[in-house]
C-alpha cells in the first residue's frame, strides 16, 4: 500500500462507546497529524505528532485520545463522544526538516464519524 | 504564524467557463505556498504548489496558479472547468523552514453547472 490509510471509513457509533480511529503511513515521514473537519467549519488541527512525541494539542477535550506507537502508526481513540463530534477525521503525514519542508501535507481518504 | 485568507466560500460558475478562486495570505518570512482539492468524503489532495522560481505554476487537472509577492496572493486558475471540477478547494501556507506548520485557509466551494 502506498500513501496514508484510514480506517475504517465510516463510523457510527453511540455516546457511551468506545471506539479506534487508525492511520498508517507508508512514506517514511516523521510527523503525523489528526484533523477534524465539520460541515461549514474550517478544517481544525487536533494533535500533531513529531519524531513520535505529541507537539502539539489544540484544546481538544479529553473524551479524544491520540496515540502514536511508532512514526508510522497513529491512532485516535475515542470514548463517551457527543453529537456535535460527528464530523470527517482526518489523517495527514509529512515530512520535518529539510528538503522535506517543500513538500505539503499527505491526507489520508478520512474517517466518517456519525455519533448517536 | 501565518494566515491565510480565501476570499470567497462558494463560487458557482458554469461548465466550461474559467474560473479563478482567491487567496491571500500574511507572512513576513518566505513561504512555500500549495493548492488542494477535496472531494466529497475524500480527503485533501495536492494540485499544485510554489517554491521558488516561475511565478506560474501549473497543477493537475489543468490548474494554474499566479504567485504575486507584492499583493501576497496566490490566485487559481482553470481556463474552461468541467462538471467533475466541482469540489472544495484549500489554500495553505507553509514557511520555508524546519518545522514550518502548514496553514489553511477557510476553503472554497467551486460548483460547476451544466
Known amino acids: 500500500e502506498t500513501g496514508v490509510t484510514q480506517t475504517p471509513r465510516h463510523l457510527v457509533m453511540g455516546m457511551t462507546n468506545k471506539k479506534s480511529l487508525k492511520c498508517e503511513q507508508h512514506l517514511g515521514h516523521n510527523a503525523m497529524y489528526w484533523y477534524k473537519q465539520s460541515a461549514k467549519k474550517p478544517l481544525e488541527l487536533m494533535f500533531v505528532?513529531?519524531?513520535?512525541?505529541?507537539?502539539e494539542n489544540n484544546s481538544v477535550p479529553s473524551r479524544f485520545s491520540p496515540e502514536c506507537p511508532n512514526s508510522s502508526h497513529l491512532f485516535l481513540h475515542l470514548h463517551t463522544l457527543q453529537p456535535e463530534d460527528s464530523a470527517l477525521y482526518l489523517c495527514?503525514?509529512?515530512?520535518?526538516?529539510?528538503?522535506?519542508?517543500?513538500?505539503?501535507?499527505?491526507f489520508g481518504s478520512g474517517t466518517r464519524l456519525t455519533v448517536v | 504564524a501565518q494566515s491565510v485568507t480565501q476570499l470567497d466560500s462558494q463560487v458557482p460558475v458554469f461548465e466550461e467557463a474559467p474560473v479563478e478562486l482567491r487567496c491571500n495570505y500574511s507572512s513576513s518570512v518566505s513561504v512555500y505556498l500549495f493548492w488542494y482539492v477535496q472531494y466529497p468524503n475524500q480527503g485533501l489532495q495536492l494540485l499544485l504548489k510554489y517554491l521558488s522560481g516561475s511565478t506560474l505554476v501549473k497543477g493537475i487537472n489543468g490548474f494554474e496558479a499566479e504567485f504575486n509577492k507584492s499583493q501576497t496572493s496566490f490566485h487559481l486558475r482553470k481556463p474552461s472547468v468541467h462538471i467533475s471540477d466541482t469540489a472544495e478547494y484549500f489554500c495553505a501556507v507553509r514557511r520555508g523552514s524546519t518545522l514550518g506548520r502548514l496553514y489553511f485557509g477557510r476553503g472554497t466551494q467551486l460548483t460547476v453547472w451544466p
Open positions: 495527514a503525514s509529512s515530512q520535518d526538516g529539510g528538503t522535506g519542508v517543500q513538500d505539503g501535507y499527505t
Open positions: 505528532y513529531s519524531l513520535e512525541e505529541r507537539v
